[in-house]
């Protein structure tokens, strides 16, 4: 479903029919966490570039009023009393917000197999995970329930579903849209992004929620062009690399097929393409890397999840009782263990070894990218080295792995 | 190799418990984990800078102090499970 198909239908008959679809498809897909009744939107509908189109919010997306659980049990209850700046641009744009959308626990997870509601399904193949950890809003896109869903992406959370769902998911620059009102995973990793189902309507969706926020301090002060202005077909001289060392590690024929027919394509429209190869140990040292970044930002990002002011509260005979109480049975087992991770990298025997060096690494892997890019227009890689795994084979999903 | 009550231990300075199958799970994981911060060594970093924003670019102003952007008492009593005249409840500290 794409914006275009569906502009011409009655504003607010499209957005009941996108909520009522959102309930038809949840026994199949399990792709919502709260559905939203569009009535009192649609009254106070803003004329804007994404009048009465409605959309679904992943959610981690503080929403001001209704439940936003972030996909953890500890936030069960948890009822906002503010908008996320993204939600408030949204409603600026005259969007409708349909249905917060299911997610990993705190967005650390990569399978949608660790919500509160359970699974979220490929609707390509019900037997086979949707990815995570926007793993909903993808599917709600995928499923062509919503032409536009937000979700938000730390380590791949909105590519990979992407990749897994046929939709395009997209992940701009830091900075580019606040994250003000976003749960956090990790505060310098953290990105909102998005799905669509076709690049016209990702380009104006860029453009109704991007830009500089000062409730947010790490968004950028450059401009917002108006990205669906600036589309066009011509890609005649355009410099594209190829990620050789990503590529050469794929085994999978029809990803391999799929891929070598965009570079065809795209070399019969007029683009120079050429392979790049980055220095192999610092590839090999990402994943270590971000695991230890996001993990140890999000261990102390949490530190407030307690069940002390808001959240799922489990009583105790003292403070100290009540938040383990709370926590204990409000986080999952792969959260617990990520955080355990992560603060034991920033105890202090262990910080210069390996919080401080994962940050010195963090800027010797950017220094090698940027300096491999900076003549070029566009990287070109697949966003994964397989399709979506199926569910049953996928138990060990977020489990860190050592393949590449 | 850390034990289970290290990880437990760990746990409990982080305000929840783990099971002991949690704690063999993690334990496994540590392991993997470990092999991977092999990798680090392989990687020199002297007089390399921490890296802990993706951009360098200065975006953090200071402001005037101008009240701006704050929770009335009821917004900020709204989640809690147990209010009493406008006080979060806790179990007494001094018995």
Do not use: W
């Not at chain 1, 999000?298 to 002011?309: E, I, T, Y």
């Not at chain 2, 809690?80 to 409840?89: D, R, T």
Request: proline share 4%; aromatic share 8%.
């Amino acid at each position: 479903m794409r914006i275009a198909d569906i502009i011409n239908q009655d504003g607010d008959k499209r957005c009941f029919d996108a909520y009522q679809k959102a309930q038809d498809v949840q026994g199949k897909l399990n792709a919502t966490i709260t559905f939203i009744d569009p009535k009192d939107q649609l009254e106070e509908a803003k004329e804007g570039k994404l009048y009465k189109i409605p959309v679904a919010v992943k959610d981690n997306y503080n929403t001001k009023g209704i439940l936003t659980t972030a996909g953890c049990k500890i936030l069960d209850n948890y009822i906002p009393v503010y908008d996320a700046t993204v939600v408030k641009k949204l409603k600026e744009a005259g969007a409708i917000m349909i249905a917060k959308s299911s997610m990993d626990e705190l967005a650390m997870g990569g399978s949608n197999l660790t919500s509160i509601i359970g699974p979220c399904y490929n609707p390509y193949d019900l037997n086979r995970i949707s990815g995570g950890s926007s793993g909903g809003s993808a599917v709600l896109t995928a499923a062509n329930v919503v032409p536009i869903a937000i979700g938000s992406d730390t380590g791949d959370s909105v590519r990979k579903p992407a990749s897994f769902t046929n939709t395009i998911g997209v992940k701009p620059t830091y900075g580019r849209i606040s994250r003000y009102g976003v749960i956090p995973y990790a505060s310098s990793l953290d990105h909102v992004g998005y799905f669509t189902n076709d690049v016209k309507d990702a380009a104006l969706v860029l453009e109704c929620i991007a830009g500089r926020d000062d409730n947010d301090l790490t968004t950028s002060d450059l401009p917002v062009p108006e990205y669906s202005k600036l589309l066009n077909d011509d890609i005649k001289g355009k410099k594209i690399l190829i990620f050789k060392n990503v590529v050469d590690v794929i085994d999978n024929q029809d990803v391999l097929d799929g891929f070598n027919k965009v570079v065809e394509g795209l070399k019969e429209r007029g683009a120079i393409i050429e392979e790049v190869s980055f220095d192999d140990t610092l590839l090999k040292a990402i994943l270590p890397t971000y695991y230890v970044i996001a993990n140890a930002e999000s261990s102390a990002n949490h530190s407030n999840l307690d069940g002390v002011r808001f959240g799922h509260r489990i009583e105790g005979e003292d403070t100290d009782q009540i938040m383990i109480n709370s926590r204990t049975a409000g986080f999952g087992p792969l959260l617990k263990k990520r955080f355990i991770i992560g603060s034991y990298a920033l105890f202090e025997d262990n910080q210069e070894r390996i919080f401080r060096k994962a940050q010195k690494i963090r800027r010797l892997i950017n220094d090698d990218i940027y300096a491999k890019l900076k003549d070029a227009d566009c990287l070109l890689a697949p966003a994964s080295g397989k399709p979506a795994p199926l569910i049953d084979n996928d138990k060990d999903a977020d489990e860190l792995s050592n393949e590449y | 190799m850390e034990s289970k009550e290290y990880f437990k231990k760990l746990a409990l300075n982080l305000m929840f418990e783990i099971s002991d199958e949690e704690a063999e799970n993690i334990i496994k994981e540590f392991a993997t984990f470990n092999e991977q911060l092999n990798i680090f060594d392989e990687i020199d970093t002297e007089g390399v800078e921490e890296m802990v924003y993706p951009f360098d670019v200065e975006t953090t102003y200071l402001r005037e102090d101008v009240p701006d952007h704050y929770l009335t008492k009821q917004e900020a009593l709204s989640n809690v499970s147990k209010e009493v005249e406008g006080h979060f409840v806790l179990p007494r500290v001094l018995k």
